[in-house]
């Protein structure tokens, strides 16, 4: 049985970091990597070295608070008051009369006050559908 080191089989055919001048491998010394044929552990030179992640300072390491249902209703509540809000100065600022045909009535209201209405109608509108998809979506869901 022939022995991989005594013959030229199992040299690579190109110039390898050990046969470079100065990079001599002493007596007795573990053969390259190259060299050892069947062993997959990675060389020296392959291996990336691990660093630890840093560490969290400050404010990092302090855990949020979580929001809460009461603070989403109140956020809920101050978007509402603000929209009220302008809607009243919409209100006041357009109190010019208009008149107003729908269905075959007519009538005469200020014109902030038919579109506050035009909006409302649209509005439930889209509640209507909107629901009308939710509920057709339950009975699938209970289907399966």
Do not use: C, Y
Not at 27 to 33: S, V
Not at 46 to 59: D, I
Not at 94 to 100: G, I, M, Y
């Amino acid at each position: 049985m022939t022995h991989a080191r005594g013959d030229a089989a199992g040299h690579p055919t190109g110039p390898t970091n050990h046969d470079l001048p100065g990079n001599e491998v002493p007596e007795g010394a573990l053969e390259p990597a190259e060299l050892r044929a069947g062993d997959v552990r990675p060389g020296a030179e392959e291996v990336t070295p691990v660093r630890p992640a840093p560490a969290r300072t400050g404010a990092a390491t302090r855990k949020r608070a979580r929001p809460t249902r009461i603070s989403g209703t109140w956020v809920a509540v101050i978007a509402g008051l603000v929209v009220l809000v302008v809607l009243l100065v919409f209100i006041l600022q357009n109190l010019d009369p208009a008149t107003v045909h729908f269905f075959g009535a007519e009538g005469s209201l200020p014109l902030a006050i038919a579109m506050l209405f035009s909006a409302i109608g649209g509005a439930v509108l889209v509640a209507l559908i909107g629901g009308a998809r939710i509920l057709q979506l339950r009975k699938q869901a209970r289907r399966r």
